[in-house]
């Protein structure tokens, strides 16, 4: 598989593996590949900006134990779902939820770059010229960069059509320092909805903390359009003032800002023979929530057990077709306001044990236990959106054929 060659000063670099963009995913696979003990592959990382220190925070669960268990600046087996009715403490087990900020995950892909004996092009690419048997790699200006056996894509990319519906997951949060113990270390706040609920989408809190006194305190959004920097720092304001805090008692250490598409419109995860897309723009983003990581996780430990057995670095899609049609149908629901978010997470978090529901949202539950998940849904407003998707996929089509 691994087409193999000279290196001539005079002509692009000459790699088995190209890796395009040097964020989360392409961190994630460099440490696979390290961790799986790959020899003999030559990889190169084409990105004109190095990662490094703490520029994002992820969020995901999971069973304890692993690769990432060292570096996990916290977890939780207990978290909270709030809204204004009531609040429920959940028992995550046999799954905890866990929270891995950037700083770690570049200094390990730094680590296995050094190791693997990965070239390093810091420039921003522009086309991938695929042959069917190599990949050219261009920059920006055209001038080109590297030819690949396989090139792993990872910069974000448009989806392949418009999607019947398309919000997006922004957010902006705090890590906040008190001056008293104000956060219990113990426990996340994976929802809290007794936020100001928007015209047209759904909004929340949540709390993750290192300790009693510091924690990243977050405000999000499932809505069409992101907000002011205004208006995200006056819901913050007022989200702290909710868990009862004290604006004079309260420092702001860092601020952590995101935009994430919700949407049905499909994502090209393999544009040509040899190119393959990772990340939100090869499908690791979950529709109905926003939530990446454990996806990404997924598609970097799947190209590393290829790569290691010599196998195409292809990884399976990151959902089920049957997720992505029940995420589809409550968008539409959220969409058209026929479904109120508060009320559907409440239910779904009353209604189904809390480990089923996040598995869910990883895709990784069975057939039967999707229909469970569904029968906790008001029947009305998703009926109404499974008979809209419906008309909306035949308009699509019938469009597509004129």
Not at 89 to 118: F, I, T, W
Not at 139 to 158: K, N
Not at 229 to 247: I, M, Q, S, T, V
Request: aromatic share 8%.
């Amino acid at each position: 598989m691994w087409q193999r060659g000279g290196v001539d000063a005079a002509v692009p670099v000459d790699v088995d593996l190209a890796l395009v963009g040097g964020g989360g995913a392409a961190s994630l696979v460099l440490a696979a590949l390290h961790r799986r003990g790959v020899r003999g592959v030559r990889v190169a990382v084409l990105d004109p900006v190095r990662r490094r220190g703490q520029d994002r925070t992820w969020a995901f669960w999971g069973r304890p134990g692993g690769d990432l268990e060292p570096v996990l600046s916290a977890s939780w087996r207990r978290v909270e779902v709030a809204t204004p009715a009531r609040r429920r403490v959940l028992d995550l087990a046999p799954l905890r939820y866990a929270m891995l900020r950037s700083a770690p995950v570049y200094e390990r892909a730094a680590e296995a770059e050094r190791r693997l004996g990965v070239t390093r092009i810091d420039a921003e690419v522009g086309v991938l010229a695929d042959d069917g048997s190599r990949v050219l790699v261009r920059g920006v200006d055209g001038a080109p960069l590297a030819r690949a056996s396989w090139v792993l894509d990872s910069r974000p990319h448009p989806p392949r059509r418009p999607g019947r519906t398309s919000w997006l997951q922004h957010f902006r949060g705090w890590w906040v320092q008190v001056d008293a113990a104000a956060f219990d270390p113990d426990r996340a706040v994976l929802m809290d909805f007794r936020t100001p609920q928007p015209e047209r989408g759904v909004s929340f809190g949540y709390v993750l903390p290192v300790g009693d006194r510091y924690a990243l305190v977050e405000y999000t959004e499932f809505s069409p359009a992101p907000l002011t920097d205004e208006a995200y720092d006056r819901a913050l304001r007022d989200y702290a003032g909710r868990l009862g805090l004290r604006p004079d008692a309260l420092t702001v250490r860092e601020v952590e800002h995101g935009v994430i598409p919700m949407t049905d419109a499909p994502f090209t995860r393999r544009p040509s023979p040899r190119v393959v897309r990772l990340g939100t723009a090869g499908g690791a983003t979950r529709p109905s929530t926003g939530f990446t990581f454990s996806a990404m996780l997924r598609q970097a430990e799947q190209v590393a057990r290829a790569v290691a057995a010599g196998r195409p670095p292809v990884p399976v899609p990151a959902y089920p077709r049957r997720h992505l049609w029940m995420d589809a149908v409550a968008l539409r629901a959220l969409d058209t306001g026929r479904l109120h978010g508060p009320d559907f997470f409440d239910r779904l978090f009353d209604r189904n044990p809390p480990e089923r529901v996040l598995r869910f949202l990883d895709g990784g539950t069975s057939p039967g236990e999707d229909l469970a998940v569904m029968r906790s849904s008001p029947l009305l407003p998703m009926t109404s959106a499974v008979l809209g998707d419906a008309a909306g996929r035949l308009r699509g089509r019938l469009r597509r054929r004129a």
